[in-house]
């Protein structure tokens, strides 16, 4: 038996302590991808705590042959799409309550991330989910595979063209260096 | 790797190969000194600003932004998750309870509408040129429930459905036994000990099943015979 099966039956058998244990060793993880795919901490806090009653609840289903963690995050993937969906139905604040504290970025590096962050938002939501499992996450091909319930074929085409538009939109807010564009001689697409 | 079809693919055939080298790099396959020995970059604008993105892109995941969890959001989360299984609990001994006391209440309407114990009229044996039997007058049975329901309740205690195990069943079950079995105060006791004995309202509500189309449509016709057909004035 592993050891994600042997928790998982402890927590099934009612044990506090293997509960606080599974909350534990998913909260960092789950919370940071909320974090990213919902771009609201408190969003991220409130879709965590529902991640976590979803786990609980459907914990006798879980397949014991199976890694727990894409199971988990696949959980979060889910409450996020559907915490974006719901939020897109809610009406919009008023003006005032969208000013906020001047968050321009002190440095380039800082302005870089946040550049790449923007367009990784822009992303279509699939895209941007496989973008920040991947790259952000560090889970593996297999892993997201498992947690947004697509074949390894299809994670990797999103994958690839996440990155590729990701790379055009750099292009088009200008974030790459100027000196790295060279006048082309011929060919390309650019028209 | 997987190639996009000619007929999706957003890029020129020409930016292909440095693409899909760039997603070899991307992937952590290749190092990113692979993306030197690429010679398309240096006569097309676009694969050229497409490399220095990727290298900014590589740049910066390399050194992610660490995400932590609030303080406290574990231990909140807990907490949650312990109210949320003992209200699903709460919620699954009330359904529990719910279908037993349903269950209760068609056995005992069961119980109390069961025909009386008359023996069946048998068919006439024509065979035999038996001239048919008149069926005999059933006989009114005292209908005694104190004694049905005590019947009832001990039935109840007998049962072999492993209700004990649930937390709450021992008291429910309690509870509708001794409603059932709660001896009388001989104050309240009845007097009577046959359905003739009641009230016309409640020997209507006791009277077996049988014959009730007809009585219903006797009573019918005996309410519409005192309507008075002249509206009130």
Known sequence: MTADAALVRRCLAGDPAACRELVGRFTPDVFAVCRRLLADAHDAEDVTQEVFLRVFRSLGRWDDSRPLRPWVVGIAVNRCRTWVGRRARRPELADYLHETPDRRPADDSAELRAGIRDAVDALRAEYREVFVLFHEHGHGYDEIAAAVGRPVGTVKTWLHRARLELLNALRARGLVPEESAEVPPSGGDRP | ?233
Request: charged share 25%; proline share 12%.
């Open chain 2, 1 to 233: 790797m997987t190639r996009p079809t000619p007929t999706d693919d957003p890029l020129p055939p020409a930016c292909r190969a440095t693409a899909d080298r760039l997603n070899r790099v991307l992937d952590g396959e290749w190092e990113a000194a692979s993306l030197d020995a690429d010679r398309h970059p240096a006569g097309c604008a676009a694969c050229r600003e497409r490399v220095a993105a990727a290298r900014l892109v590589l740049s910066v995941l390399a050194q992610p932004e660490p995400v932590a969890a609030p303080p406290g959001l574990t231990d909140r989360i807990v907490s949650a998750v312990r109210a949320d299984r003992r209200a699903q609990a709460r919620r699954r001994v009330l359904a529990f309870a719910g279908g037993l006391a349903a269950a209760a209440a068609v056995a005992l309407a069961a119980w109390l509408g069961r025909p009386a114990d008359a023996p069946q009229p048998r068919a006439p044996d024509v065979a035999a040129g038996v001239p048919p039997a008149v069926a005999p007058e059933p006989r009114a049975v005292p209908v005694r429930i104190g004694e049905g329901l005590s019947k009832f309740g001990q039935a109840l205690r007998d049962t072999p459905i492993g209700i004990a195990d649930a937390s709450a069943a021992p008291r429910v079950l309690a509870t509708l036994t001794d409603a059932l079995t709660r001896r009388l105060d001989p104050a309240e006791e009845p007097t009577g000990t046959t359905l003739a004995d009641l009230p016309d309202a409640a020997r209507a509500g006791l009277e077996p099943v049988t014959g009730t189309a007809q009585k219903a449509f006797a009573r019918l016709l005996r309410d519409v015979g005192g309507v008075s057909p002249k509206p009130k004035s």
